[in-house]
């Protein structure tokens, strides 16, 4: 089963220093930017020395997904120079329309075809009203890993100015949720928080995002790292009561019992067995 990361850090496309150093700075994914972080007038150099990056590179270590231009014929160039084994996939920013996700995905047959590589993901990015509208067929699109949300884009579409406890946000963040989990795909990422220096607002913020069903956010500093690494870690205690879950679930159905409950008198069933399940399997994926 894919998993997505807990973490993913964005590193620009036009700086080699950092693109040297990213792999070590302990994020589960790295997002290689060619969008925001590269300016107009660098973006074809960008598109090259990500190119030559991927190609040099030890595959698949992290796993390592490229935000691609959101204009079709700069997007189109920079798919064409990214696709090469080791890629994991493409954060498509502004995704408004399930049919360009299509095209995308007809045009990575044909690069993983001629490159012998396979199994390119897309993770479409919420960043307009548009975007949010069409979510539910974003969704459901072909090779859609996860969905993405990109708050600053949205903020300035919506005239959205958010309080401290991001209040304004939960009823967006929870369709990206809803839309993620009605389409069978992973669970959405959460966005970049702005404010560097301040790890706490961070912390808050993430548990906030898991509380709604977030099990990954980005991060624009390697600093804020650990942080979410931390929140999106299920604790020992979750750990083990997912297991114990999961132990009197198939306990039960190997003996054919129809009412199962856990030690507290709790009714458990196949959702909260699943559920339980991929707290394991987070768990997993955290000790890696």
Do not use: C
């Not at 750990?239 to 679930?249: D, G, I, M, S, T």
Request: glycine letters at 6%; zero cysteines; hydrophobic letters at 45%.
């Amino acid at each position: 089963m894919h998993m997505t990361a807990r973490s993913y850090l964005y590193v620009p496309g036009d700086a080699p220093e950092k693109l040297a150093k990213a792999s070590g700075r302990g994020a589960d994914a790295l997002i290689v930017d060619l969008e925001d972080a590269v300016a107009p007038a660098a973006k074809e150099s960008a598109r090259d020395i990500v190119s030559k990056w991927l190609q040099e590179r030890e595959a698949g270590r992290p796993p390592t997904w490229v935000r691609v231009n959101a204009n079709q014929d700069l997007m189109e160039n920079d798919i064409a120079a990214v696709v090469h084994p080791g890629l994991k996939g493409i954060y498509v920013p502004k995704a408004e329309d399930a049919g360009v996700l299509e095209e995308i995905a007809r045009l990575l047959d044909q690069l993983e075809t001629a490159r012998e590589t396979s199994g390119v993901l897309l993770a479409p990015v919420i960043e307009t009203a548009a975007g949010l509208q069409a979510i539910f067929d974003l969704a459901a699109a072909p090779r859609v890993s996860h969905l993405a949300i990109g708050e600053g884009d949205l903020a300035a579409d919506l005239g959205i100015t958010a309080s401290d406890d991001e209040r304004e946000w939960l009823p967006i963040r929870i369709q990206v949720v809803i839309a993620s989990a009605a389409a069978g795909i992973q669970p959405p990422s959460g966005p970049a928080f702005l404010d560097i220096a301040n790890l706490e607002a961070l912390r808050a913020s993430t548990r906030r995002l898991h509380q709604l069903g977030f099990r990954a956010r980005s991060a624009i500093h390697p600093a804020q790292i650990p942080v979410i690494n931390e929140v999106f870690t299920p604790s020992e205690a979750e750990v083990a009561a997912a297991r114990r879950v999961v132990e009197l679930y198939e306990d039960a159905i190997s003996r054919g019992s129809g009412v199962i409950a856990d030690d507290q008198g709790r009714m458990i069933d196949e959702p909260i067995a699943r559920a339980a399940r991929r707290v394991l399997l987070r768990s997993e994926l955290a000790s890696r």
